[in-house]
């Protein structure tokens, strides 16, 4: 990251997930299966990496769970202060999941 001129620059942390796979139990039996999602994420992080932020993971398919990310967004909240920068990077699809709480519209 280049400097701005200030004494202190700007930190950087940055995540990637990349899921080719989904849980099928998860999404009503869908597999969701892609391609290229890996790698995608793989690429961003050596993008991050060459623009000078420090990498916290690149979690792949059953690595990317919904708590590894939570995980990853906490540790990256307690070491950033005002000014950084934290760059979140996802790769592959979604699916639908019931509205538990009615709060979409249809």
């Known amino acids: 990251m ?7 620059s700007p930190r950087g942390l940055s995540l990637h997930v990349g899921l080719n ?14 391609e ?3 790698n995608d994420a793989e690429e961003m992080e050596k993008l991050a990496l060459a ?3 420090k990498v916290l993971g690149v979690l ?3 690595q990317g769970t919904r708590q590894a990310v939570k995980d990853a ?3 990256a909240a307690k070491a950033l202060k005002s000014g950084d920068i934290f760059l979140f990077t996802y790769s592959g699809h979604g699916s639908f999941v019931p509205d538990e709480n009615g709060d979409e519209p249809d």
């Not at 280049?2 to 202190?8: F, P, V, Y």
């Not at 849980?23 to 009503?28: M, Q, V």
């Open 73 to 75: 967004f906490t540790q």
């Open 2 to 8: 280049a400097s701005t001129g200030n004494s202190t």
């Open 36 to 38: 290229a999602c890996v």
């Open 21 to 34: 796979e989904i849980s099928p139990a998860h999404y009503g039996g869908s597999n969701g299966r892609l």
């Open 51 to 53: 623009q000078g932020f």
């Open 60 to 62: 792949r398919d059953s």
